[in-house]
């Protein structure tokens, strides 16, 4: 009877110690796991878009059409982005002159979602709805405070042959109803200036 009763016992022993080994086993797994999905990089694009063409409207207006080569998302980040690194091609629609458009083209783009910012560089030339001519190397768009700015030097020209030039940069709101350049300097077509009296 004793021999019996000591079996059950080392029955239930092993029993216990086969449950205590497994929730080891266990527990070490979990643990392993979290230091590999802690290392696993995150910082790849979840979306490309080949040859994008996108509409944006407003109440059925278009307001933005864009195109890109190559488009890339960066989702699974902390600040997720969009990058277009073959260029640009952009027009925007002003209501005040809906049927021509303003333009940009860029060799390189990129958008901070969560900024709700934009930035551009390589040859930036931005034509707005009033035709005047925009050409620096890089330029940021600061979209919630409507205010694109930079520090190289920018080129500007009209459809009257003026051409100014702001060799330190430029700040200008987002639609260039105003702007201003910094050491900025220029030729003008002098058929345009206003007479002075004598």
């Not at 910082?43 to 407003?58: C, E, G, M, T, V």
């Not at 864009?66 to 997720?80: N, T």
């Not at 958008?111 to 934009?118: A, G, L, P, Q």
């Not at 105003?178 to 003008?188: D, K, L, M």
Request: aromatic content about 14%; charged content about 25%; hydrophobic content about 35%.
């Amino acid at each position: 009877m004793k021999d019996y009763c000591f079996k059950i016992f080392n029955l239930k022993t092993s029993q216990h110690f086969f449950l205590l080994l497994m929730f080891f086993l266990i527990q070490s797994c979990e643990e392993d796991l979290t230091k590999i999905n802690s290392n696993k990089k995150t910082n790849f694009a979840s979306q490309i878009i080949y040859d994008a063409d996108i509409l944006q409207k407003d109440s059925g207006r278009v307001t933005v059409r864009f195109k890109a080569p190559l488009l890339e998302s960066y989702e699974l980040i902390d600040s997720p982005y969009v990058e277009a690194k073959k260029g640009i091609y952009l027009e925007f629609f002003d209501k005040k002159n809906p049927k021509v458009p303003g333009k940009i083209w860029a060799k390189y783009a990129k958008n901070n979602i969560k900024k709700d910012f934009y930035f551009a560089k390589g040859r930036v030339k931005i034509i707005t709805t009033e035709g005047q001519t925009f050409v620096t190397e890089t330029i940021n768009w600061d979209k919630r405070k409507n205010k694109m700015y930079t520090k190289d030097t920018v080129f500007v020209s009209d459809k009257d042959g003026n051409i100014l030039v702001g060799a330190h940069g430029m700040v200008a709101k987002d639609d260039f109803s105003e702007y201003t350049f910094f050491n900025n300097s220029g030729s003008f077509n002098s058929t345009n200036l206003p007479a002075t009296s004598k």
